[in-house]
């Protein structure tokens, strides 16, 4: 299985621990908010009630960063390492960090085109095949080139 493309079941398992990454840096980003808020004033404090286009910006923008970082550092995301993925270009390397943002914002922008996988023959999404790029298995630990010594 190494080298080879990725199914739908197992991207869709890494997606559901990364969206669980994502949430849960959300509850630390409240958290935080709600200590500093106490810090500053504990004799007044009540909890932040931040609203649903507050909470789901903050999220989306978390979301993005987190899959752009991890796809440009390193070719994986949590989920991605826990599975055995990794998002690689044509020619096998990680993305180049414009490429992993665009596809961060296509698939948070519209996470079904995951589905694609499905019919596609390559198991692509949507979003691969509009920035190019292809998920794989690959279990084997590697740093990116800059970090390794020789």
């Given at each position: ?44 404090f009540t909890w ?13 923008i978390l979301l ?87």
């Amino acid at each position: 299985m190494q080298g080879r493309h990725a199914g739908v079941i197992s991207r869709l398992l890494a997606d559901g621990i990364d969206l669980a990454v994502v949430l849960a840096s959300l509850v630390g980003v409240y958290l935080g908010f709600a200590g500093l808020k106490f810090l500053v004033r504990p004799r007044a404090f009540t909890w932040p009630e931040p609203s649903a286009l507050n909470l789901g910006t903050l999220g989306w923008i978390l979301l993005i960063g987190y899959l752009t970082i991890g796809w440009a550092v390193t070719g994986r995301t949590f989920g991605k390492t826990v599975l055995g993925l990794r998002v690689v270009e044509a020619e096998g390397s990680r993305p180049h960090l414009w490429r992993a943002f665009a596809r961060a914002v296509l698939c948070a922008a519209f996470p079904i085109g995951l589905l694609w996988c499905v019919v596609s023959h390559r198991n692509a999404s949507l979003q691969d095949l509009i920035v190019r790029t292809t998920v794989v298995y690959d279990w084997e630990p590697r740093l990116p080139p800059e970090l390794e010594t020789t």
